[in-house]
């Protein structure tokens, strides 16, 4: 059995006013394929100044999973939800808050993946 890394990239976008105001989270998952849509498809709200607020998360993973396996295993783990609340109504606005945000998730992202490896062990 052979073991690599794999790259899979997280995106999150920060959710308009209005979208706020409807009860919506203030941010939301771009990629992988977010399980609900809230705006049109190809669209992205921006603010005042055209640019859409994003926080890229790199992801190096040992799961030996291609990219749709490793999809699916976000969106069940609850590790999206769990990145989520992180970001909470923070507005990221300087690079150390961002950055701080970035490792709190790929730490979320790394201790699922472990507890998943724990789990196959055990079963």
Not at 41 to 58: A, K, W
Request: no cysteine; hydrophobic share 40%.
């Amino acid at each position: 059995m052979g073991f690599g890394v794999s790259e899979f990239t997280l995106v999150f976008k920060r959710a308009s006013e209005r979208q706020v105001k409807r009860g919506s989270h203030r941010w939301e998952v771009l990629r992988p394929t977010p399980r609900r849509h809230t705006t049109r498809r190809g669209h992205i709200e921006r603010d005042l100044s055209g640019v859409p607020h994003l926080l890229v998360v790199p992801i190096y993973s040992t799961l030996a999973l291609d990219a749709l396996a490793y999809e699916r295993f976000l969106l069940s783990s609850g590790v999206l939800d769990a990145s989520l609340r992180v970001l909470g109504h923070r507005a990221l606005s300087d690079p150390f808050s961002a950055e701080t945000a970035r490792k709190k998730i790929q730490s979320l992202v790394m201790a699922t993946e472990v507890q998943h490896i724990v789990d196959g062990m055990s079963a």
